[in-house]
């Protein structure tokens, strides 16, 4: 990591600038009474009061709210409104490809990957939302903010080409943001988006690409090993394989963009050449819709 | 041989290697440029696929011809490529080298053998039978032919001997064996020697006679006898004269160059050979000390003068009444004699008669007076010797001075007494020397005086007889010639009774001067030892001019020694009783010509070898290869720009 926690909280506020506080839907927003908790429009186990109902068979006479029910000859049960907490999960990829960088005037995909990321988390927190990294507990404030940037910055590269984040953690109500290059082995991640539609969760997928792996120029002679330097392929003629692989790159996401779409989620693509800021604005009006 | 052209080539099978140059080129077509290797993370997406195009990136052309050139230079060059061979002998018959060995030949020896060797072998692969003839003056009887492969090893042992070359006294003998149809190859020193001209229409007779004249010019030194011993060198070309090398034992007694010698101008001689005096103009200290002259940059013997008596220390025989007893060392002027020469003198003593038997170079007579062997002592001067005598009170109280032989000068009976107790007037002192004389330019103390002298009877010559005289113009010294040697006479004694001249500095100087004039070893030997005289090698020369030990050779007989270098007697240094003398290879010569031969011209003998040249041009293309390929792995015409890449 060749830059600071502070250095990469300072990007981050300045990639902010001129986006509108990322806000999730109004009425979300209105039932959350408390920030971070998310009314579920139901009936359920909560604080807050949903309705009043007639007791039905199978109502245990605590239940029965009975200053209500003096009312009126009927019997009422006082429901409350189900209530779960609810999460921003932001999880950027620590696979060994995304240290890659084509040309030294553009930056590694991890950094890319790591400003987009704690943007969308100083947005989110500046909206009042819980924040957190993957596997750490959804904090709120701007002190998450600096925890996060630190963690981001701290975190070692991994020495293999997938990383995922562990579906075990996913939990209702969380919404889930993955930055990645989605370049390796897909099946982890059409498995985690199997599992994360089968838990409600929504999200958004958001593929951090270099113009290089995106254009290929490369020619003549050379011998290609993947981030880990697991995966080889010789060629003599890479110029010759340049339609071949565009043409696997687009397949790849049009699996990703379909996965996406069936599990409710979101996916899109980031070029490394151009600002940072269409991302976040892409990401804000996904989270928002 | 194979010739192409101006080009010769020593082993031409090789050039059939040039045949897989194509079979080079397509191979070397087919290796691809170096893959390099990157990071990328869509390498899965890679996997599988299979390479449109699989046939790779060719190498450039302009790699390839470099490649190809490179290894088409080596192959010509392992073929041994020679610009403009000599060419062929005339002749295809049986082949009769013959070969100059004296000192003259070894400048060149090995260019020599490596000629005579070339037409061995050409002789050998035609399968026809060769002779050597060498010219050192020591073959006899007939020359045999042989297997021409059987004499390679024979030229190859041969070196150049330390004196002239010499031809076979009995020619119709040597030359019984040459067939009419050979061919000879004459490896010439470009010296004209005895019996040359014989041989050369001996041989005319018999063959066709190819000659190969030396390279570089011809030198040889001598040492010239004289008053002031000198040296003369000769040459064959008017050239830029090297300079000549004193070499002797330094004064810690290492061998070393002691002096550079500069030769003077030009003189030009007989046929095209020019002489130049050089003369030793050294301290008579460093002179002593020198034990060969030698020419600059020249391996021959004949360019080496090895220095013995003659150039070496006189021999200086002191006679006299010697009876002085401890007390009064210092008045007997031997004593005075003996202070002065030996430093730079070998002295010896004892009566005339002993004397004259050391073959002295100088004899100093001090205050005698008709001495018993005046005949042999004439006869001694008269052939080279240079005797210094003494006044002294005997002489002066002599009544037969006025008869007295071996004399410059007649001189008055009773000499004169100036400045003493009954005289009137001062004692003299020396006037300035002439400039012409012995003694020009030596210093005279102011202190010098003469109280007493012998005075010489005035005659016509004495003034021309005079080396030094007082300031009121007597004779002080005085010489005469007699014969080829000379007299001299000081007017006044060698101790300090009648001068006090014996006790300066100016006496010891003048006394060094004279001896310097003595003729360098007067005598000859004496001629009655002649059948039983030997002179025994202590050091001898080889051909090159090398000092060796005499290993085995045998004490050589006087006359054979006054023939100069021979088979018998090489040069170097000899030793006879007390006497040391050199033999020196080098002396006059004459160009040689040759009517009726043909002469190989000296640019076609050799040929110009070209194989380092190109040896060094592939080494070069192969650099350029390396850069080249170095230049292609970086990205060729337009590099990109891919740091940071992988990681």
Redesign the interface.
Known sequence: MNRTAAELRAEAEAALTGVPALMLSAERLAAAATPGAHGKRRAGTGEDFWQYRPAAPGDTARSIDWRRSARSDAQFVRDREAEVAQSAVIWVSG??????????TRPR?ADRANLLALALALALLGSGERVALAGQPPRTGRLQAERMGQALVARTRLDV?EDMPPAEALRPGQRVILFD?F???PAPALAYLQRAAGLGVQGAMLQVLDP??QG?P?S????????S?V???????AA??RE??LA??AE?REMLSRAALQAGWHFGTHDTAVPPAQALMWLWSVLEG | MLILGPIGFLTPWLLAALATLPVLWLILRAM????????????????G?K????V??HTPWWLLLLRVLAIAALILAFAGPIWKPAPEQAGQGPVLIVMDAGWAAAPDWSQRQARALRALERAASAGQPAALLVADGQAEGAVPFQPASELAARLRAQQPVAWETRYPQDLTEALSQVPGSASVLWLSDGLDHPGRTALLSALRDRATVTVVPPQGPRLALELVEGEQPALRMHSDTDGPAPGVLAIGVDPQGTPRQLARLEPEAAEAGTSGVISRLVPIALPSELRNRVSRFEIEGQGSAGTVVLADDSLRRRKVALVGDDRANEGQRLLSPLHYLRRALAPRTDLIEGGLGDVLQASADVIVLVDQIAPAETGALQEWVDKGGLLIRFSGPRMAASERLGDEALLPVRLRSGGRDVGGALSWGDPRGVAPFPPEGPFAGLAIPPDATVRAQLLAEPSPDLASRTLAQLTDGTPLITRATLGQGQVVLFHTTANAEWSNLALSGLFVRMLDRLVQTARASAQAPEPEMDGEMFWTPTQVLDGFGRAGDPQDLVPVPAAEFARGPGPGAPAGLYRSGERAAALNAGGPFARASWPGARIEAASEAPGRDLRGWLIAFAALVFALDALGSAWLARGGLAPR?????G?
Do not use: I, N, Q, W
């Open positions: 696979a060994a490809g995304m240290d890659f960088s084509g040309a030294a995909k080409d290059d370049l390796g082995d290089d792996e290929f490369y003549g002679a050379v011998l290609f090993r993947s981030g330097g995966l080889r392929h010789d060629t003599r003629d010759g394989l071949a692989y696997r790159l790849r | 691809p440029p170096s893959p390099r290797l990157l990071r990328f993370p869509g390498t899965r997406l890679l996997l696929l390479d449109p195009r699989p790779a990136r720009d891919r740091k940071g890449a990681a």
